[in-house]
C-alpha cells in the first residue's frame, strides 16, 4: 500500500529555532500534499496544501512567512516552522495523495510532535 | 452548516457490542468517500474507502448513501482495540482538497 514517511517524529527546541519538516511519499507519485496541526483533543487543522514546482496554497489564519512550505519533487514537501515559539508546540501531520486517480485517499505519514521550550 | 458532519460522541459500547457512526455531507458533487481511524497521539490511518454499492472488510461495513447524502460504519463484535477516533473524509468534484469530519470518538470497554 501507499506509503507515507515523515521526519522527524519528534523535535524538542528552545525558543527561536527554526524546524523543518520533511514528508516523502515512497512508492507513488503526489503533486498535492497537505500539512496538518492537531493541538490536543482537537481536530485536525489544514494548515496548507503544497504544491509541487508552485507556491503553497495557506488556509486563512496561517502566516506563510511563519510556515514555510517548499515541494521540490514529486515525492518531496518540506514544512519549515521559523523562529519557532511555545505556542507553536503541536502535532503537524502531511498528507499526500497519489496523482493516478481522482478518488485515491490520502495517506498520511506519522506525524511530528513538536515541542518549543 | 458544516460541510462534513459527525456526531463527537463518544459512544461508550461494551465488547462484543455492534456499532454504527454516520457522517453527512452537504456538497452532493461529493464524489468520493472515506473512514479514517485516529488513535490518541497518532496520525489517522486509513480504514476502508466506501464505495457506492457498499462494502465490507471483515467487522466492518461501509454504506453511501447518496440520496440522503451520508455515509456510515458499522463496526461488529466490537474489540477493546477498536476504540479510537473514527474521521470520514470526502473528495468533492473540483476540488483538491479533502474535506474531513470533526471525528466521532468510540469507546469499548470489557
Known amino acids: 500500500g501507499a506509503v507515507v514517511s515523515q521526519h522527524p517524529s519528534r523535535v524538542i527546541c528552545k525558543s527561536g529555532t527554526s524546524v523543518k519538516i520533511e514528508c516523502r511519499s515512497l512508492d507513488f507519485q503526489a503533486t498535492t500534499m497537505f500539512w496538518y496541526r492537531q493541538f490536543p483533543k482537537q481536530s485536525l487543522m489544514l494548515m496548507a496544501t503544497?504544491?509541487?514546482?508552485?507556491?503553497?496554497?495557506?488556509e486563512q489564519g496561517v502566516e506563510k512567512d511563519k510556515f514555510l512550505i517548499n515541494h521540490a519533487s514529486l515525492t518531496l514537501s518540506t514544512l519549515t516552522v521559523t523562529s519557532a515559539h511555545p505556542e507553536d508546540s503541536s502535532f503537524y501531520i502531511c498528507s499526500a495523495r497519489d496523482d493516478s486517480g481522482n478518488n485515491q485517499p490520502q495517506h498520511f505519514g506519522d506525524g511530528t510532535r513538536l515541542s518549543i521550550l | 452548516r458544516k460541510e462534513v458532519e459527525q456526531d463527537p460522541g463518544p459512544f461508550n459500547v461494551p465488547e462484543g457490542a455492534t456499532v454504527a457512526f454516520n457522517c453527512t455531507y452537504s456538497?452532493?458533487?461529493?464524489?468520493?468517500f472515506f473512514w479514517y481511524r485516529q488513535d490518541c497521539r497518532k496520525e489517522p490511518k486509513l480504514l476502508m474507502s466506501?464505495?457506492?454499492s457498499g462494502n465490507e472488510d471483515g467487522r466492518f461495513t461501509a454504506q453511501l448513501n447518496r440520496a440522503s447524502q451520508y455515509i456510515s460504519l458499522l463496526i461488529r463484535d466490537s474489540k477493546l482495540s477498536d476504540s479510537a477516533t473514527y474521521l470520514c473524509?470526502?473528495?468533492?468534484?473540483?476540488?483538491?482538497?479533502?474535506?474531513f469530519g470533526r471525528g466521532t470518538s468510540l469507546i469499548v470497554h470489557p
Open positions: 503544497s504544491n509541487e514546482g508552485s507556491k503553497a496554497t495557506y
Open positions: 456538497n452532493s458533487a461529493s464524489q468520493s
Open positions: 466506501v464505495y457506492s
Open positions: 473524509v470526502v473528495n468533492q468534484r473540483g476540488s483538491y482538497i479533502p474535506t
